[in-house]
């Protein structure tokens, strides 16, 4: 299997310091639906591990949650994708729980569903905590310039570096030919 997991807001979607909070709020970044269609027409796993704390601090209920999901879901299948899986945490921060990332509980949930070491599986993101997440699970870390990327190039230069989830998926599937 390949798999691959990507954050949300931010590479998926555009970025809001307000939350996305209704399915209306839900923009998808020009270009993320197809990437998501090729990566699957490629036989590509994808799924998203995303933070939601805003379910936490009661600024949307999981019925609005699962709504901006099924959105998500229906405009993706248009462009010929699909997520085979999205994992979310829903804690505030001062929960201390560990699934938000930057700890790696999400991706151990992910790891056990899909029965599957994290070892070099692509974790696309655009903020520090999605790669810390990554890097510390075993994963390979990968940033997109899009959301809060590029503030967060500054605090990693190291990093494996795209433009946006087009040019990360176009990568992704050039390396299995």
Known sequence: MRLVILDRDGVINEESDAYIKTPGEWI????SLDAIGRLTQAGFTVVVASNQSGLGRGLFDQKALDAITARMQAELA??????DGIYYCPHKP???CDCRKPKTGLFRQIAAHYRVDMQGVPAIGDSARDLVAAESAGARPILVKTGRGLATLKQMPGAEVYADLAAAADHLIGETR
Do not use: C, N, T, Y
């Open 28 to 31: 998808p970044i020009p270009g």
């Open 78 to 83: 248009k462009a010929g994708g699909r997520l």
């Open 94 to 96: 001062e929960d201390h």
